[in-house]
């Protein structure tokens, strides 16, 4: 069972395409159909990790106050968030309200509306910095630390995540992250925005 399958269940979302109460998870918890489409349109699906992580801002007896991401999992939230945005503008107003985000590893645009963004790089992340928006600054670099968030890596250079979430939960309570420049944005997170559009679409040809 896939991790995206666990956390799902343990929402109480399951995965059962064929069984009779299908629709009706469907509509409860807003899973798109586009997980189950033809092979033929297969090439429109987004992954399981970011339907997931959709499937649960959707409910609304799941409210977290922080949003982490670590490398990859910054993408797979962006297009969560993105998608919302299109999708369910009162979701992700409300989900934007009470909720901080924190990427490390990966600096990632996340939708205008969520401003409440620290970014945690390491010093010599030379891989998260291939895969990061070069106009997004670093809000904390580890030094001595690359790519990894194992804290006991080889020659310190692992991010250490409790250290390093707890001096970003600081940084909300003290100051306000700098805001991200929507003109930018447009063009370096269309990658994020053509899913949350093909999504879109998909979905309404399905219903």
Do not use: C
Request: hydrophobic share 40%; aromatic share 6%; net charge positive.
């Amino acid at each position: 069972m896939s991790v995206s399958s666990r956390l799902l269940q343990r929402q109480g979302v399951t995965d059962r395409a064929h069984s009779p109460s299908y629709r009706a998870e469907t509509a409860l918890f807003g899973i798109s159909r586009s997980e189950h489409a033809s092979k033929n349109n297969s090439w429109t699906r987004t992954s399981k990790d970011t339907e997931t992580v959709i499937a649960l801002l959707q409910d609304k007896r799941f409210s977290p106050g922080l949003l982490v991401g670590p490398s990859k999992g910054n993408l797979v939230l962006s297009e969560a968030l993105y998608a919302l945005v299109q999708e369910q503008p009162k979701v992700a107003e409300r989900v934007s309200e009470r909720s901080r985000i924190v990427t490390i590893s990966a600096k990632i645009g996340m939708p205008s509306i969520f401003q409440h963004v620290i970014d945690v790089v390491g010093e010599w992340d030379w891989f998260g910095a291939l895969n990061s928006r070069p106009d997004i600054r670093a809000d904390l670099v580890v030094p001595h630390a690359w790519h990894s968030t194992n804290s006991i890596f080889p020659m310190g250079m692992g991010i250490d995540v409790p250290q390093f979430l707890a001096r970003a939960m600081t940084m909300f309570e003290s100051e306000a992250p700098p805001a991200r420049t929507a003109r930018l944005s447009l063009i370096l997170d269309a990658p994020q925005q053509a899913a949350a559009a093909l999504r879109k679409s998909s979905t309404s040809d399905r219903t």
